[in-house]
């Protein structure tokens, strides 16, 4: 029977040691996930940050690009008065150039 009270304290004991031991390395485990968590929130704001600065900067690199281009329809337009001005012109000139009587030789 005392072989067994004995048997029983150390069970006991030993329970009692490895219940701290968890608790112990659940407590480490616990801190360690705060502290994984707390460097992930900072990563995450730095990601934000540098993804906020690439936007503003690839916004201001369109926004060059549109202002290069934004007159662009107007002077097309303008290119195509003038050709067709130009076009008008010759051929006023040719008209009112008188057609040779003879036909031109070819050149050699």
Request: no cysteine; aromatic share 6%; hydrophobic share 35%.
């Amino acid at each position: 029977k005392l072989e067994q009270k004995l048997e029983q304290k150390l069970e006991q004991k030993l329970e009692q040691k490895l219940e701290q031991k968890l608790e112990q390395k659940l407590a480490w485990v616990k801190a360690e996930f705060a502290r994984m968590d707390a460097r992930f929130e900072d990563v995450l704001a730095e990601f934000r940050r540098h993804t906020s600065a690439l936007l503003e900067r690839t916004q201001d690199y369109i926004n060059v690009l549109d202002d290069k281009y934004k007159a662009l329809p107007g002077r097309v337009e303008r290119l195509d008065d003038t050709v067709h001005s130009l076009a008008e012109r010759v051929q006023r000139l040719e008209d009112a150039v008188p057609k040779p009587k003879r036909p031109r030789r070819a050149a050699r």
